[in-house]
């Protein structure tokens, strides 16, 4: 029997909020080699415009492909937004998140209210509302920017009153919209499922991209005679742009397991373009 394909899957985002993806794909798929870059240094990107967000995007691909991976997993909305609207290049397949989270969404909801919350980034572009349309020309669709949400959960703020204060904020005129489901449209929220629960008091289903994410990646690599045919459990490599111990120490609450975390060691690390 053929042992399939050794390359690793990279998988990237801004910070620790990938890694809420990568978790699925860890139980999905044990047997893959795994590459995760968290661009710390650059985090929050939601903030920035879609033209910034662009640029990493492709500096990130570019770096993900000098490591010879498989599959690029683009575990991050705002990165996925600027994807679905500029296509860059790329020599290996890709993944994104927003359609695998509006497949959930579009089977979940009873009353056709669909909300969404995300980044800046990611809903100025408005593919959600597109993908939401193209799935289903009669769903009613509410949008909210999160400000701030990202930050905390890079902080490991998953519990503070201001936390529950800026969630309230957020979500009470979704509720007002009597939406029945609510897309986690940035891949950091999951992590504030507690929070988001809460506040909606449990009526709202929340949907994450993840656990449908890890489902495409699996098929998607069964499609293209790509998945790795081994018992053994695969190897795991975390790097980041910034400052790997705070990385360590947030990320392992979410991820256990996640001990080792390096400095990006690619020359052109230090070529990344940082701006505030
Ligand atoms: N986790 C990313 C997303 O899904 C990035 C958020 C950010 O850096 O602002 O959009």
Redesign the pocket.
């Known amino acids: 029997m053929s042992t399939g394909d050794d390359r690793a899957i990279g998988i990237f985002?801004?910070?620790v909020?990938?890694l809420t993806v990568t978790d699925s794909i860890m139980k999905l798929l044990p047997q893959e080699n795994l590459i995760y870059f968290g661009d710390t240094a650059r985090?929050?990107?939601?903030?920035?415009t879609i033209d910034e967000v662009h640029l990493f995007l492709t500096e990130i691909m570019g770096l993900m492909e000098e490591q010879d991976v498989k599959m690029l997993v683009i575990?991050?909305?705002?990165?996925?937004?600027a994807y679905e609207k500029f296509r860059p290049a790329h020599k290996v397949p890709v993944i994104g998140?927003m359609e695998p989270a509006v497949r959930a969404a579009v089977r979940a909801t009873h009353n056709r209210k669909v909300g969404v919350l995300?980044?800046q980034?990611?809903l100025s572009t408005g593919q959600y509302e597109r993908f939401l349309h193209a799935a289903g020309a009669d769903l009613e669709i509410h949008t909210q920017v999160c400000g701030g949400f990202?930050e905390r959960v890079e902080d490991g703020d998953t519990f503070s009153e201001e936390l529950f204060a800026l969630a309230e904020e957020y979500l009470n005129p979704l509720m007002n919209a009597e939406v029945d489901t609510l897309i986690l449209?940035?891949?950091?929220?999951p992590l504030l499922t507690g929070v988001l629960h809460s506040v909606t008091s449990g009526e709202v289903e929340l949907i994450s991209s993840a656990d449908e994410v890890a489902k495409d990646i699996y098929s998607k690599l069964v499609e293209l005679n790509l998945l790795r045919r081994k018992r053994q459990v695969g190897s795991r490599r975390f790097l980041v742009s910034g400052d790997p111990a705070s990385f360590r120490t947030v990320g392992s609450r979410f991820l256990p397991g996640l001990d080792e975390v390096e400095s990006m060691p690619w020359p052109a690390a230090g070529s990344l373009k940082v701006s505030a």
């Open positions: 985002d801004s910070g909020g990938g985090c929050p990107y939601g903030p920035r575990a991050c909305n705002s990165m996925t937004a998140v995300g980044t980034a990611t990202v449209g940035c891949t950091h929220y």
